[in-house]
């Protein structure tokens, strides 16, 4: 018995909606274990060629496209933006959003991906966020601001548009870190890790026999410039495998001699090595701390980059030579970049005042943590209280509620 056309439109959009969350190709319907899986669940479904399954999507995207417009309408919302290239060369820019709903749930998606095809030029950039920006029908004075990286062309974007800006605690911090790492003791370890991670990666002999030999089943791991942290990986998938690896490189049938005597490490560099992991792990667990999606991180930069510079760099007399320079180099940089000292005039700085477990700002002198403060009465001076309209009786006290916070904030 044929099935029943709502029924059949229901199961294909269940498929366009599989094919969306997990991201899959548009393709896997036209896949024959796909189809005997579909028949087996019920032969009564008419499995949908590529362009039915095209369509269903597209009218997928104009519901929930005007759906998240209605969401956005009135709200203050913060943009996140990046560009990319595809395995294929190609440009893209991303847009995502966050705004705080009238729950009090904060909302995060991306808004928009875009072919940027045109020069990466800051204008260019400006523009098509703008373009973005009124697609979605979010007035210029909704923007509370916007997140971006370090380079140039972004910080002609975020002037050109004229929007309050942060940028990435991670790529800011990496900056700090590479400064650092580019030391010529330090480069010439990390150059001699990354020839011999990259002949293991290269020979997928070598490296069967090394997992064989150690047991290990992860791969050692490449660094790559544009990926945070990626060096404090390499490094640290090298020291477990330290034993295994002079094993390998000294089995003939899998190196040769005179390739294994190029590769092999210095004592002294694997002392380096050791060293380093111990310096480079807590940036590691700081910016996997601030890259979550689930709750706001801005309040927590300034604490952590307070608690790593007054720990963990602090030089030690146990500290060779090269780590003191990388500790003080890192210093220096993170002091600059972050305007360390100079932070009560930096928005950034609030978000730490309104974090429960920061707003005390313990981590500044007390004349900072005056003038944070008082910036902070004047901003919450602004705040007009009397627009907050009441959606529920659960909502009925809110206007106390925020007297209350920023009473307490008085008195911090």
Not at 128 to 143: A, H, L, N, S, T
Not at 192 to 206: G, I, T
Not at 222 to 241: G, K, Y
Not at 354 to 379: G, I, N, T, W, Y
């Amino acid at each position: 018995m044929p099935m029943m056309k709502s029924r059949q439109d229901f199961i294909t959009s269940k498929l366009v909606q599989m094919c969306a969350q997990d991201c899959r190709p548009l393709s896997i319907a036209e896949g024959k274990g796909f189809k005997e899986f579909c028949t087996a669940l019920n032969p009564n479904f008419k499995i949908p060629v590529h362009a039915t399954v095209k369509t269903h999507l597209k009218l997928d995207y104009e519901r929930k496209k005007a759906q998240l417009i209605e969401n956005l309408k009135g709200k203050d919302v913060a943009f996140t933006t990046d560009l990319w290239s595809s395995l294929g060369k190609q440009g893209f820019i991303t847009l995502t959003y966050h705004f705080i709903s009238d729950d009090w749930i904060m909302k995060s998606g991306v808004l928009a991906t875009r072919h940027m095809p045109e020069k990466h030029s800051g204008l260019n950039i400006a523009t098509r966020i703008d373009e973005i920006r009124e697609e979605f029908g979010i007035k210029p004075e909704q923007v509370a601001g916007i997140s971006r990286d370090n380079v140039s062309n972004m910080d002609v974007a975020v002037d050109a548009l004229g929007y309050s800006n942060t940028t990435y605690f991670g790529h800011t911090l990496q900056l700090a870190i590479n400064s650092a790492l580019a030391y010529s003791d330090i480069e010439e370890c990390l150059s001699a890790a990354r020839n011999l991670v990259s002949h293991f990666n290269h020979l997928p002999k070598a490296t069967g026999e090394l997992r064989r030999v150690t047991g290990n089943c992860k791969a050692l791991q490449q660094d790559v410039p544009t990926r945070w942290n990626s060096t404090f990986h390499m490094i640290s998938s090298l020291i477990p495998n330290r034993t295994g690896i002079y094993t390998v490189l000294h089995n003939k049938e899998f190196t040769k001699p005179d390739v294994a005597k190029k590769l092999e490490i210095k004592t002294e560099h694997w002392a380096l090595i050791e060293k380093l992991c111990e310096v480079l792990k807590p940036f590691d667990i700081a910016t996997s701390q601030l890259s979550g999606e689930l709750y706001p991180t801005l309040g927590s930069v300034y604490p952590l980059i307070y608690g790593v510079i007054g720990n963990h760099l602090l030089v030690k007399d146990s500290d060779t030579t090269v780590i003191a320079h990388f500790k003080a180099t890192v210093t220096e940089k993170m002091n600059a970049r972050f305007r360390v000292g100079n932070e009560q005039n930096c928005d950034d700085i609030i978000a730490s005042a309104l974090h429960p477990h920061h707003k005390k700002l313990k981590f500044l002198s007390p004349e900072s943590r005056a003038l944070v403060q008082e910036k902070l009465k004047v901003l919450c001076s602004k705040v007009p209280l009397e627009s907050h309209k009441v959606a529920n009786e659960e909502e009925a006290h809110l206007p106390t509620k925020i007297k209350k916070v920023q009473h307490t904030l008085r008195l911090q």
